[in-house]
Nanobody, 121 residues
Framework: QVQLVESGGGLVQAGGSLGLSCKASGRTFNRYAMGWFRQAPGKEREFVAGINWSGSSTYYPDSVKGRFTIVRDDAKNTVYLQMNSLKPEDTAVYYC??????????????WGQGTQVTVSS
């Protein structure tokens, strides 16, 4: 069972930047797509970034496109989410997830514990 450990959350002012990291255990990290999700109180979980196994394909919804960037470092078994131009509506608990397959279109089955991101206005 893979373990995902997120870090890097915190409090930032609107317009600021924050970077999240997610380190995965196991030896097969580079075979699977990874993603970042978020959930704000009273709202449904939102898929905010995905990256395929090779890093050649990424996904972002319109709500974060142009502001968030997902990258992976297979040598470190780590996926990152760089968040720029943050808005108060970006406030949520952010979760790292590992896909069952090689594409960010595949279902995600392993989840981290989450890290809080709070953007003040």
């Amino acid at each position: 069972q893979v373990q995902l450990v997120e870090s890097g959350g915190g409090l930032v002012q609107a317009g600021g930047s924050l970077g999240l990291s997610c380190k995965a255990s196991g030896r097969t990290f580079n075979r699977y797509a990874m993603g970042w999700f978020r959930q704000a109180p009273g709202k449904e979980r939102e898929f905010v970034a995905g990256i395929n196994w090779s890093g050649s394909s990424t996904y972002y919804p319109d709500s974060v496109k142009g502001r968030f960037t997902i990258v992976r470092d297979d040598a470190k078994n780590t996926v990152y989410l760089q968040m720029n131009s943050l808005k108060p509506e970006d406030t949520a608990v952010y979760y790292c997830a590992k896909s069952y397959g090689s594409s960010w279109r595949d279902d995600f089955g392993s989840w981290g514990q989450g890290t809080q991101v709070t953007v003040s206005s």
